[in-house]
């Protein structure tokens, strides 16, 4: 192996599966390396990586895409198996609502397409009823909307392109005094339920990161069950940066130390890899966190991180790696003295199924995470 090439995952599979890729790899004359991510089980039929030097990246993206066997097993029963793929458009996605909050995902987004050399998508989604069923099944009894409404509608849509013709203004006014930097942006307008309308953009268009602000804790419970950031949190297959709106807004370059949550599944080993392959230049300093409720397992419990701790400082030498365990109880407050004493920059969480901080977190305090928090919250996959 050339010493000077870089070692990037093509596959997770099982590890029968890994050995017939191997082998068609090396019948293409691309070398390759089976890695195993499971740490409580050395001796595993599942969950192996197969690794190449990245500069065979291209090439081996054409073995797969050519092998039918290999787009069943690879492309569509594991969608996190090809990171780095060509399907993944370089955009930034950036809901925006026109609030302040919104503006501060602004503020980070078009930083972070610089550094990715990444186009910013600024998103607005809008509802507007026409007509409405009067009853859940009785499909003559549609209501149509009277002129007064009509009108009202016209002038809701007069407003919401004033509102993005002057959000695009403003863009535009900071990136003609340097306040951000020179990069391609779009906007798009969309119809529809916000949430539902955003996951299809994103579902359509693959960007690499989805960029969201969020109000503070001062809203009602029925705005927290009911957020547009939660549900794309809980539902996006792309990255998702959420911005408190309490937050220090940050620069890519000033997120420094990063508190990376887990609950040992080896598919939070696998979503690490994404992060650190993809912000590649980023020297940062990670925390593993656990929560645990049961105070006798928390001996095991620590082992195991320093099992994570260990394999960490091996796969990624230039990373500082340190753990620590939080009880459970008054959870929000021991993230809060845990963010203050490390000075975490973000926390980092893997989704690789919805309802990603109910692994960790009881159910009804995980939604009030995304809103209690004053520190930023990375979902990654």
């Not at 039929?45 to 092998?67: F, T, W």
């Not at 927290?224 to 794309?232: D, K, M, R």
């Not at 949550?261 to 966190?289: G, N, P």
Request: proline share 3%; charged share 25%; aromatic share 10%.
């Amino acid at each position: 192996m050339n010493n000077d090439s870089k070692l990037v995952t093509l596959a997770i599979l099982t590890y029968s599966k890994a050995q017939i890729l191997q082998t068609i790899l090396e019948n293409e004359g691309i070398e390759s390396y089976i890695q195993n991510v499971n740490l409580i089980q050395p001796v595993i039929s599942s969950g192996v990586r197969v690794r190449i030097n990245e500069h065979d990246l291209p090439q081996a993206l054409k073995v797969v895409e050519s092998s039918v066997w290999l787009q069943s097993e690879v492309l569509n029963e594991n969608d996190t198996a090809l990171w780095g793929s060509e399907s993944k458009e370089n955009k930034i996605l950036i809901p925006v609502d026109f609030s302040a909050y919104s503006e501060r995902a602004c503020d980070f987004g078009f930083k972070l397409a610089d550094q990715f050399h990444a186009e910013v998508v600024l998103l607005h989604v809008y509802y507007s009823p026409i007509y409405f069923p009067g009853t859940s099944y009785d499909t003559e009894l549609y209501q149509f909307a009277m002129p007064e409404e009509m009108i009202s509608v016209r002038n809701m849509m007069q407003r919401v392109h004033t509102q993005f013709k002057e959000l695009a203004e403003k863009v535009a006014a900071k990136i003609a005094s340097g306040e951000y930097p020179d990069v391609k942006y779009t906007c798009v307008l969309k119809e529809g339920v916000a949430e539902e309308e955003i996951l299809r953009y994103a579902k359509s268009h693959k960007p690499f990161i989805i960029v969201m602000g969020t109000r503070g804790e001062n809203e009602k419970e029925q705005s927290l069950i009911g957020s547009v950031t939660a549900e794309i949190v809980e539902r996006s297959s792309a990255f998702v940066y959420v911005i408190p709106e309490a937050a220090t807004i940050k620069s890519v370059e000033e997120l420094k130390r990063i508190a990376v949550f887990t609950s040992f599944d080896q598919r939070d080993l696998i979503a690490f890899d994404s992060l650190v392959t993809s912000f590649k230049e980023q020297q940062f300093e990670i925390t593993f966190v656990h929560i645990s409720s049961h105070a006798e397992k928390r001996e095991s419990n620590e082992k195991r991180l320093l099992a994570l701790q260990d394999y960490f400082r091996k796969q990624y030498p230039h990373l500082k790696v340190e753990y620590t365990v939080l009880d459970d109880e008054n959870l929000l407050n021991e993230v809060d003295k845990m963010v203050a004493e490390k000075h975490i920059d973000a926390i980092c969480v893997a989704n690789y199924r919805r309802n990603i901080f109910a692994r960790l977190f009881n159910l009804s305090v995980a939604r009030k995470m995304l809103f209690h928090s004053k520190t930023p919250i990375l979902v990654i996959r």
